[in-house]
């Protein structure tokens, strides 16, 4: 049994895919569940190492939205690890207080998940990304004391008209798969026993009013918009939440992504440092 899974949906993601790998397995991940939404941009020849060493497990998402593949997921292989993390590929977990994941969650090992808050990364005035890595490449954010009190308007995420992604206070779960009966995309909906709860232990509780944000054991770098021309590209493709959503308003988004750049925030380097140097990704 793996001690740390990850299963993720991903569309056209060639580009920064290993750096994602080889960062997450850097900090104690041992297998990847990843989920093929019709890229055209080759990703299996990145991957095909990967598959071959039996890291990764290469899926296709047969145009599934992102809960029925998340619960497929925990169909097949929730007796292959012992934990497994739903994050997107724009998405980087780890612990501030030590490189070792694993250790981390032995403190939770009761819980049928774990919620992890996110912080939101902007563009740091990037308009063009050539080839450098996404850690390196974006470090401004949301910082977690504006994060705590932000109000953004972010439309009607039931009709999906005029709705911007990027809640402040939000982020995504590390589930015991024998545990949770049906998953959600950011919460379990259905547990088979216990209560979800956040770093503090206390009941996992997304979004809602203003509030202080418990990231420093758990945290997720969520690299929401990366570059301005990547952004523009995120907003063409769509939803994977719901397939059937309106298309996104690119105006909206920018308005959105103008507020992620206020903190310098390089708390993910000192790992991400030590991960390059062993995986041969600095010269």
């Not at 959600?184 to 770093?199: F, M, N, Q």
């Not at 298309?247 to 390059?276: H, P, S, V, Y």
Request: with cysteine.
């Amino acid at each position: 049994m793996n001690e740390l899974a990850i299963c993720a949906v991903f569309k056209n993601e060639a580009r920064d895919i290993a750096e994602w790998l080889y960062f997450h397995e850097g900090v104690g991940v041992t297998h990847f569940y990843l989920y093929d939404d019709e890229s055209d941009d080759d990703p299996e020849t990145i991957l095909a190492p990967w598959m071959s060493s039996g890291r990764v497990t290469l899926l296709s998402a047969h145009g599934r939205d992102q809960m029925a593949i998340y619960n497929d997921c925990i169909e097949r292989f929730s007796h292959d690890a012992r934990w497994i993390a739903f994050i997107d590929l724009d998405e980087f977990l780890f612990s501030p207080e030590t490189r070792n994941l694993c250790e981390v969650l032995t403190r939770y090992a009761n819980a049928p998940a774990v919620f992890v808050f996110w912080v939101l990364f902007g563009s740091s005035g990037c308009i063009n990304r050539q080839n450098e890595f996404v850690i390196d490449t974006f470090t401004s954010c949301l910082g977690l004391p504006d994060a705590a009190t932000e109000i953004f308007a972010h439309g009607d995420s039931d009709s999906g008209v005029g709705y911007v992604t990027g809640w402040a206070r939000d982020g995504k779960s590390i589930i015991n798969p024998r545990k949770v009966i049906n998953m959600g995309a950011h919460l379990p909906r259905k547990v088979v026993s216990g209560t979800v709860i956040d770093e503090t232990f206390a009941p996992a509780v997304r979004q809602g009013s203003p509030r202080p944000i418990p990231c420093y054991t758990l945290r997720i770098n969520h690299y929401w918009s990366k570059s301005l021309t990547e952004l523009e590209t995120k907003v063409r493709r769509g939803s994977i939440y719901k397939k059937d959503r309106p298309a996104r308003d690119l105006d909206l988004f920018l308005k959105r992504e103008a507020c992620l750049n206020g903190t310098r925030d390089e708390t993910i380097m000192r790992f991400w440092q030590e991960i390059k140097l062993e995986k041969g990704l600095v010269s």
